[in-house]
């Protein structure tokens, strides 16, 4: 049983169901990501305010991911969204959404959807490559400058959705681990204080080395993977961790298509 109000979604579990021994019995306010099959793993949707990792491999899904959920945000409850891009282009970004048939170009046009570029790097006029001196304070392009953009524009447009592609890009120019986790929980604690959903993005094909300091420090973490089956690619995802709400746990299979993710609840991998 369901409540919807503008893309807030409250869960009630009239039909309890355990989910990993856990009975969840309360009613959490859900933001809906409306990704096939998602929605019904997360047991209704995102929780406001929470920051959740997607990680995965190179070419996993992880902005298709992502560009869908601050799509159907705009299209299917009118939320404004925000996509802080640090490595692709903002007109690559904007492909992303159009390669999908997803209009971007009329969300931007009707101020809910914005691209922010904060990419290290940007090419001149002239076609030189320079670094970005408006990301950069010294050497470094620091969590809190990342942080202050997205949090301005967070209040400038009331966004409901955001995506920060990716926090690998910020984290790498770091050696000492205690200050990517200073960064990331100043960046996490700002994005939280706002009542939005936040995706952040990081680049990885799973937990081979310990724990990951963003599944630590993040409200949720999300890995999508990839493996080689008879030759063919076989796409998974695995929601790992959702503060406040019991989710499944389970790793399904997942399809991008021409409409963009599919998670195929039916299909355990
Ligand atoms: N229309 C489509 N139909 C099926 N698969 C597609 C389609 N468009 C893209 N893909 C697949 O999606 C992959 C790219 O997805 P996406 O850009 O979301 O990945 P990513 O995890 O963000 O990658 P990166 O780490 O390079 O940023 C492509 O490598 C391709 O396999
Ligand atoms: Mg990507």
Known sequence: MTDCLAGVELYGLASRRVISGIVDRRRVERIRSDVEGLDEVLRGGFIPGSCVVISGGPGSGKSTLCSQFL????????EGGIYVTCTES?????????????DVDSAIKNGKMKVIDMRPVVATESGL?????AVF???????????????????????????????????????????????????????????CVS??????????????????????????????ENSEVVRSIQVVKMRRTAHDQTVYGMEITNEGIVVHTDVRV
């Open 71 to 78: 799509f159907n945000g705009y299209k299917n409850h009118g």
């Open 90 to 102: 903002p007109e690559e970004v904007k492909n992303n959404f159009r390669d999908h048939g997803w």
């Open 129 to 133: 490559i320079t670094r970005n001196e």
């Open 137 to 195: 304070q010294g050497e470094k392009m620091p969590f809190s400058v990342v942080a202050k953009a997205t949090l301005d524009e967070i209040k400038r447009a009331h966004a409901k959705r955001v995506v920060i592609d990716s926090l690998t890009t910020v984290e790498m120019q770091y050696k000492d681990q205690f200050e990517v986790r200073q960064g990331l929980l100043g960046l996490i604690q700002g994005l939280s204080s706002e009542d």
């Open 199 to 228: 995706l952040l993005i990081v680049e990885s094909i799973g937990p081979h080395r310990g724990i990951p300091v963003e599944w630590a420090l993040s409200h949720g973490a999300i890995q999508l993977n990839y493996s080689n």
